[in-house]
């Protein structure tokens, strides 16, 4: 039997497992699904609930010295960051017309970020594969969130030097708080998660030539940094991303979160066969449907069918596709993991009582 972490770190290497690992995306908990493992499970607390699925990756936040504390699972992606906002409409840069005005703009100070007890942690989980997240510090989205999304995209194709100013600004910040962390985290931490969002399920929100050009140079220089302390890459971005895979590829990334099948272009035999053994593949278990309403016997059948599309070339991690979504089943989850778990007898859903 293999632990945890030598499971994971099996997957990225594409050897033969034990089992197929798994795992909740982000090791996030959210208000309903801990709700649910309280009231049915007797868990305490979101880590009791990993501990109770038994998921095979532990998560590691940058911390903000300006946030209070105790943080006990803090989110992944900083909302009290002032470039953070849900309301994309209108950016503080928005009526920026200079170079020198988006780099004058009060940017996030790098200072206030602050690496987690690796060791400590280590100590605290030595089986289990540790996940650093540096913090959301988005290139493209938090370009967005600045001019605000339509200021964005019109300044991409009609005043590109402001937009990749405010790229570079991003970059330059992002890639101090990331020496810092992956400093501390090197001999504790297996995996680095790096993250933005550029695609709705359709399509990418800007030319792939576009994101080749604005995006991809400063994004390998954060994949290189993190690859030369000895820590896999794990990239997030929803949604439609097939055509830059080649590219995520070429920069060293080594696997991409969340893997969305329901996205155009990312169903999992495809997927399998053109990218399989060069990126692992984390996630595609739907969360609209599937794990939402879905039965548990078609959890059971879509575990079995990522799992049957990656049998050739492995580099899977069963997960949610995505988190925080209140109608997601505890149940489901439940089941999700517990089929993981059994990968020698998928052929009949598990019949225990959930």
Same mark, same amino acid.
């Given at each position: ?10 997957? !990225? ?51 903000? &010295? ?33 170079? /020198? ?20 942690? &280590? ?16 290139? !493209? ?28 600004? %991003?970059?330059? *910040? ?10 501390? /985290? ?14 709705? #399920?359709?399509?990418?929100?800007? *030319?792939?030539?576009?994101?080749? &050009? ?27 991303? *097939? ?5 995520? %590829?070429?920069?060293? %990334? $080594? ?19 053109? !990218? ?28 079995? /069918? $990522? ?12 997960? $949610? ?9 505890? &149940? $489901? ?14 052929? #009949? ?6």
């Amino acid at each position: 039997m293999m632990t945890h972490r030598e499971r994971v770190l099996r997957t !990225f290497r594409f050897q033969e497992t034990d089992r197929i690992a798994y795992d909740l995306m982000e090791g996030a908990v959210w208000a309903e699904l801990l709700s649910y493992f309280q009231a049915t499970r007797g868990c305490a607390d979101p880590l009791a609930v990993l501990d109770y699925l038994d998921t095979d990756l532990r998560w590691l936040w940058i911390m903000d &010295r300006t946030a209070p504390l105790p943080q006990s699972q803090p989110e992944p992606r900083g909302s009290s960051e002032a470039i953070v906002s849900k309301h994309v409409a209108v950016g503080p840069l928005a009526d920026a017309q200079t170079v /020198a005005e988006v780099e004058a703009y009060a940017w996030p100070d790098p200072a206030r970020w602050v690496p987690p007890d690796f060791a400590q942690a &280590r100590q605290r989980w030595p089986d289990h594969a540790l996940v650093f997240l540096p913090g959301w510090r988005p290139l !493209f989205w938090g370009t967005c969130e600045a001019f605000g999304v339509e200021a964005a995209l019109t300044n991409l194709i009609a005043e590109p030097a402001l937009f990749e100013a405010a790229v570079r600004c %991003i970059h330059e *910040r992002y890639m101090d708080g990331l020496a810092r962390g992956l400093q501390a /985290a090197r001999g504790y931490c297996d995996i680095c998660w790096l993250g933005d969002d550029f695609s709705s #399920q359709q399509a990418m929100l800007l *030319r792939p030539e576009h994101w080749r &050009r604005f995006i991809k140079p400063y994004l390998a220089e954060q994949v290189q940094l993190a690859r030369s302390h000895g820590l896999y890459v794990l990239y997030h971005s929803c949604g439609a991303v *097939r055509p830059v895979l080649p590219d995520l %590829i070429d920069i060293g %990334i $080594n696997g991409l979160l969340v893997f969305q099948t329901k996205a155009r272009g990312m169903d999992a035999q495809s997927i399998a066969r053109d !990218f399989g053994g060069r990126l692992v593949f984390y996630g595609g278990m739907d969360v609209q449907y599937l794990l939402s309403f879905g039965s548990t016997e078609e959890v059971w059948a879509e575990v079995q /069918a $990522n799992m049957q599309a990656f049998s050739r070339c492995g580099g899977y991690v069963v997960a $949610n596709s995505h988190h925080r979504v209140a109608t997601i089943s505890g &149940r $489901n989850i439940e089941e999700m993991c517990r089929a993981a778990r059994q990968v020698s007898d998928l052929s #009949q859903p598990s019949s225990e009582d959930a």
